[in-house]
T-cell receptor, first 113, second 112 residues
Framework: DQQVKQNSPSLSVQEGRISILNCDYT??????FLWYKKYPAEGPTFLISISSIKDKNEDGRFTVFLNKSAKHLSLHIVPSQPGDSAVYFCAASALTGGFKTIFGAGTRLFVKA | DSGVTQTPKHLITATGQRVTLRCSPRSGDLSVYWYQQSLDQGLQFLIQ???????AKGNILERFSAQQFPDLHSELNLSSLELGDSALYFC???????????FGEGSRLTVL
């Protein structure tokens, strides 16, 4: 039961260009969405989040867009830097009822210098 | 440093054995989560505890069990181990059981 899907296992982008990572979800109960970044041999670290009452949240080079009607969110990284090369996980949860946080399978981003 | 501590970092054992993974959450966090990451797979949710009580359960095998103690640390017990149980096991914590999770560095289990 894949409630959160990241259909692209990997993405390669040139340094300085935009990276767009996509995520789809199926459960309409989700009302809070997060992106995590993971380097090898480390645990995932929180990057940015968005509540379902918003359609955009920006933090420096990172912007998350939410399209509730399409049950789709995306992470934009502009400009991409080699240090952004990592695995990015999309996650979804419901703030009420202690709903579990569900993660997607991850997208490995390669930023080429 | 996320503030979440997991031990051991690495563990090698044989099929049929039992192991215990330990997690200390960030100071002040009441909720603990366990996730399994197999080779090239995503993070599979196993179980969540909030202030000592089980709150949510994912695809956790019957051979696996967990608990959260009064001091809020948590243990994940894996028994009758199989080769397929080899994975990275992550613990995460959060203040209120939802929202941002803080992950430990993981415990890498190898079953031979």
């Amino acid at each position: 039961d894949q409630q959160v899907k990241q259909n692209s296992p990997s993405l390669s982008v040139q340094e300085g260009r935009i990276s767009i990572l996509n995520c789809d979800y199926t459960n309409s109960m989700f009302d809070y969405f997060l992106w995590y970044k993971k380097y090898p041999a480390e645990g995932p670290t929180f990057l940015i989040s968005i509540s379902s009452i918003k359609d955009k949240n920006e933090d420096g080079r990172f912007t998350v867009f939410l399209n509730k009607s399409a049950k789709h969110l995306s992470l934009h990284i502009v400009p991409s830097q080699p240090g952004d090369s990592a695995v990015y996980f999309c996650a979804a949860s419901a703030l009420t009822g202690g709903f579990k946080t569900i993660f997607g399978a991850g997208t490995r981003l390669f930023v080429k210098a | 440093d996320s503030g979440v501590t997991q031990t051991p970092k690495h563990l090698i054992t044989a099929t049929g054995q039992r192991v215990t993974l330990r997690c200390s959450p960030r100071s002040g966090d009441l909720s603990v989560y366990w996730y399994q990451q197999s080779l090239d797979q995503g993070l599979q949710f196993l179980i969540q505890y909030y202030n000592g009580e089980e709150r949510a359960k994912g695809n956790i095998l019957e051979r696996f069990s967990a608990q959260q103690f009064p001091d809020l640390h948590s243990e994940l017990n894996l028994s009758s181990l199989e080769l397929g149980d080899s994975a990275l096991y992550f613990c995460a914590s959060s203040v209120d059981g939802a929202g941002e999770l803080f992950f430990g560095e993981g415990s890498r289990l190898t079953v031979l």
